[in-house]
């Protein structure tokens, strides 16, 4: 992916596109590919980073949602159960199977929660994982070695997807890229463009040169998350909102504190949600929670009652319970959830999608997992392409293949001695603590469109969520190499690395 040829692609060509996306988290990267893979001349735009919002900020999980069964929505959880296979097999270079025991401590828990999984198994059809079997007391030790021993009776192991959700958006970006579509981040929509009271393009503006111009389309997507509706309202001032967005935390903690490769998941916390307790990336993610807010930032902070309340729950389950000196680093995240009229909670509110089209024809996404990304944007592409007058194109993502940002080019590696001097090794990990080396970070700013100290240890490597204090330490090599990448001078080294110090110390617990 090259930013100075989308931006140039997006400058040159204002009046050529079939579909224009609002957004570049997992909605609209997702429709963006979807559009793309229809033939359709496809632009996306993201006022930030990609994933920057909502979809960096996850359990990281490609899921049926366990939970959502208990609520009795059947038709999502087989929804999503059937995008969990198609991702298994589109992408298992990204998302792979991951085993979950749920230990049991009553009486009643063993055959409650394992015939739940069986019907959970059985909605996954055959596009199912390995089937759900109860666990001795023994074997539920041996799987999960720190969890609490004490009243344990046995459990129930299950299997779910994994993944990383900023990787996989980046993912998302390049396939994209490749079916044809001009894809841009730090590009933000500040207005729509009418005709006759139609929507027919939007205005942009550039951030790195804060440069304001317009792109025409047949249809614009918004897709914006916990932003629709400030988008909806750019085309209908009176719009009533339709989300509610509730903000979920996650504690970053050592990997000793959950012991094995297996995840620990409890089916009902002390306010009625799961709890997971998962490996990921040589640590333990460990999240989440449910709290309805009235503002939403695109960097959210994480309460210090969810904190507390998330480091409580771990005490019940875990062995050694971890202190608050213990965290690597807290991350939140707002859920984009579609308001139903009466729904007493947020943690009630359904997890599926709508479309909606509001009256200057702009087309509105919003609700939905990463686990239904696809779905979500099958959906939207289908009406926008209606509202457009577009002639019908089938959907082709279900088979389809996601671009592997692994490999390497052999430009990158040429690119990347030439920068740092050709006499330290390129695999050198630039903190001891952190797995990323100088090759990561060129490869990032050069293929991956990563444009900052942020981009680069927040989303292209994982650096603040595996610890905070140590992203805030490898920050001035990062900035050193990005500074000599992209010519920049010290002025700029030196803002990057103060800008992110300081977005990093809302990632230390509160
Ligand atoms: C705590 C938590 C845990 C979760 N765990 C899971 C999980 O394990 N599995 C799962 O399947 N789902 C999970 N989800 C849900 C999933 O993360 C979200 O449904 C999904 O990421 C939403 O993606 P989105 O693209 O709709 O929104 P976002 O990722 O927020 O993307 C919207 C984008 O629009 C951009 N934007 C806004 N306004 C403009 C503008 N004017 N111009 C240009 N761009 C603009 C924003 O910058 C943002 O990047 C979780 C969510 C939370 C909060």
Redesign the pocket.
């Known amino acids: 992916m090259n930013r100075a040829q989308a931006i140039a692609a997006l400058l040159e060509q204002p009046t050529l596109w079939d579909v224009l996306v609002?957004?570049?988290?997992?909605?609209?990267l997702g429709v963006a590919v979807d559009a793309a893979a229809r033939g359709l001349k496809t632009a996306l735009?993201?006022?930030?980073d990609f994933?920057?919002?909502?979809?960096s900020?996850?359990?990281?999980?490609?899921?049926g949602g366990f939970r959502y069964l208990k609520q009795g929505n059947v038709a999502l959880v087989r929804e999503s159960l059937h995008e969990r296979g198609l991702l298994l097999r589109n992408a298992p270079h990204l998302v792979h199977p991951l085993n979950f025991v749920v230990p049991c401590y009553q009486w009643w828990e063993a055959p409650y929660y394992g015939a739940g999984l069986k019907l959970y198994d059985w909605f996954a059809g055959r596009l199912g994982l390995e089937p759900s079997r109860h666990l001795s007391r023994a074997d539920v030790l041996e799987a999960l070695p720190n969890a609490t021993s004490a009243n344990l009776r046995g459990g129930i192991r299950y299997q779910d997807g994994q993944f990383d959700?900023a990787r996989l958006a980046i993912a998302l970006a390049q396939t994209a890229t490749d079916l044809g579509a001009s894809v841009a981040n730090y590009?933000?929509?500040v207005s729509l463009l009418k005709k006759d009271g139609r929507v027919c393009g939007v205005r942009v503006c550039e951030a790195e040169s804060g440069k304001e111009f317009p792109l025409h389309t047949g249809v614009v997507i918004n897709?914006?998350?916990?932003?629709t509706d400030?988008?909806r309202r750019m085309d209908e001032a009176t719009a009533p909102p339709v989300i509610a967005a509730s903000q979920?935390a996650?504690l970053v903690l050592p990997r000793g504190f959950l012991g094995g490769d297996t995840a620990l998941m409890v089916p009902r916390t002390d306010d009625g949600r799961v709890l997971f307790v998962i490996p990921w990336h040589d640590r333990v993610l460990l999240?989440?929670t449910d709290t309805p807010v009235s503002e939403t930032p695109?960097e959210p902070r994480p309460l210090a009652e969810e904190v507390g309340f998330l480091i409580g729950q771990a005490a019940k389950y875990l062995a050694k319970a971890p202190a608050k000196n213990d965290i690597l680093s807290v991350t939140a995240?707002?859920?984009?959830l579609v308001k139903l009229p009466g729904a007493k909670s947020t943690a009630a509110l359904p997890r599926d999608h709508v479309v909606l089209v509001s009256g200057g024809g702009l087309v509105s996404v919003?609700g939905?997992?990463?686990?239904?990304y696809r779905k979500m944007a099958a959906d939207a592409v289908d009406k926008a392409m209606e509202v457009a007058g577009l002639p019908e194109k089938p959907c082709a993502t279900e088979h389809l293949r996601l671009a592997d940002t692994r490999r390497r080019s052999s430009q990158s590696a040429a690119e990347t001695l030439q920068i740092i001097g050709g006499t330290e090794p390129r695999s050198r990990r630039l903190h001891p603590d952190l797995p990323l080396t100088a090759d990561d970070v060129l490869h990032a700013a050069s293929h991956e469109m990563a444009r900052t100290v942020e981009d680069v240890l927040s989303r292209r490597s994982r650096s603040l969520l595996l610890d905070a204090r140590a992203a805030m330490e490898a920050a001035p090599s990062v900035a050193a190499l990005l500074t000599k990448g992209f010519g920049r001078g010290p002025v700029w080294e030196a803002e990057q690395v103060a800008v992110f110090r300081e977005l990093a110390k809302g990632y230390l617990p509160p």
Do not use: C, M, N, Y
């Open positions: 609002i957004g570049g988290g997992a909605t609209g735009v993201e006022q930030s994933a920057k919002g909502t979809s900020r996850s359990t990281k999980l490609i899921h959700d590009v933000r929509v897709a914006t998350g916990v932003f400030a988008v979920g996650h999240g989440t695109l995240g707002l859920r984009p919003a939905g997992k990463w686990t239904t």
